[in-house]
């Protein structure tokens, strides 16, 4: 489980932004290499060339790291979300899809992708809910921003069991993506006939 206060202390905030990058920079390099409970701290330590003692007072346990890592990520994604369905006038389908190339170029560009490999291969459930981009955090956001009027749906409710299914959809096909050997413009062709099916189904003729 997520702890509630899984999150960098306030003296790692302190630091200048360029000693905050380079601490997190060689995590991204540890976390590439290996899966989480495989890493090490003393291999993010000598490559931040910081003392083990410097670490502790930033994070408590290399768990903190990997999830404050992994929040950069998923705080852009869900940015992107929210552009993406006002640039679609809250069409939650066409938002959805841009946001599925968005993630699959972001997971496969070659420095990022062993990274995302290590996640994608070494998924439970904290994993999929710190990745995924509707977190309780926001979720009232995204939803004020779908357009209901398009949908066969007549609450708020059920319109969140909507992006829970969409979201269910696109982490199975990025999770598939690292273990089927299909191109990106295949995965993509594959999410866009599974997301015409959920269309067909919610939308208003």
């Known amino acids: 489980m997520l702890r509630e206060d899984q999150m960098p202390r306030p003296t790692f905030f302190k630091l200048s932004q360029e000693k905050q990058n380079k601490v997190m920079k060689a995590a991204f390099q540890e976390f590439s290499r290996v899966a989480l409970s495989d890493a ?40 992107q979300l929210i552009i993406f369905l006002n640039d679609h006038q809250g069409d ?45 955090d926001d979720l009232n956001e995204v939803i004020n921003l779908i357009d209901i009027n398009k949908l066969n749906i007549i609450s708020k409710l059920q319109l969140i069991y909507v ?12 999770t598939q993506s690292y273990k089927r050997s299909l191109s990106i413009e295949k995965n993509i062709e594959i999410f866009k006939r599974e997301m015409s099916l959920i269309k067909k189904g919610i939308y208003k003729k």
């Open 163 to 174: 992006v829970d299914i969409i979201e269910a959809i696109l982490f199975r096909n990025l």
């Open 92 to 136: 939650v389908i066409d938002a959805f899809i841009d946001l599925y190339c968005y993630i699959l170029d972001k997971i496969k560009n070659s420095l990022n992708e062993k990274f995302f490999q290590n996640i994608f291969l070494n998924l439970n459930y904290d994993l999929e809910r710190k990745f995924t981009p509707n977190l309780e």
């Open 40 to 79: 090490s701290i003393a291999n993010i330590i000598k490559a931040a060339a910081i003392p083990r003692g410097s670490f502790y007072q930033y994070f408590k346990d290399k768990e903190d790291i990997f999830y404050h890592l992994l929040d950069i990520h998923s705080q852009d994604i869900k940015k």
